[in-house]
């Protein structure tokens, strides 16, 4: 089965950058669907962006331009790049592969605090 494993988080000012990590592991990385889901204290969880097997890509607009998602195929590793970063950016982050709806797995989240 589909093991993520998270890193990169913590804390950091406004205006500073974290480049989050998930190494996947267990099957065929290739064909999964990627993505960054994020869950702020007393909201729904969000999709924050999402990179295809393709290689295509989509964000959230209130991350349009600051965040950059990726994929390193011969790593079995997806990025979240986030730079120029705000409070309202401040939640638990997890990163998501997805095949079909039953084969859907999420990583333990790791928290991102953006305060002064």
């Known amino acids: 089965q589909v093991q993520l494993v998270e890193s990169g988080g913590g804390l950091v000012e406004p205006g500073g950058s974290l480049r989050l990590s998930c190494a996947f592991s267990?099957?065929?990385?290739?064909?999964?669907?990627m993505a960054w889901y994020r869950q702020g204290p007393g909201k729904q969880r969000e999709l924050v962006a999402g990179?295809?097997?393709?290689?295509?890509?989509n964000y959230v607009d209130s991350v349009k331009g600051r965040f950059t998602i990726s994929r390193d195929n011969a790593k079995n590793m997806v990025h979240l790049q986030m730079n120029s970063l705000k409070p309202e950016d401040t939640a638990v982050y997890y990163c998501?592969?997805?095949?079909?709806?039953?084969?859907?797995?999420w990583g333990q989240g790791t928290q991102v605090t953006v305060s002064s």
């Open positions: 267990g099957s065929v990385f290739g064909i999964y669907d």
């Open positions: 998501n592969a997805k095949y079909t709806v039953l084969r859907d797995f």
């Open positions: 990179i295809s097997v393709d290689g295509s890509t």
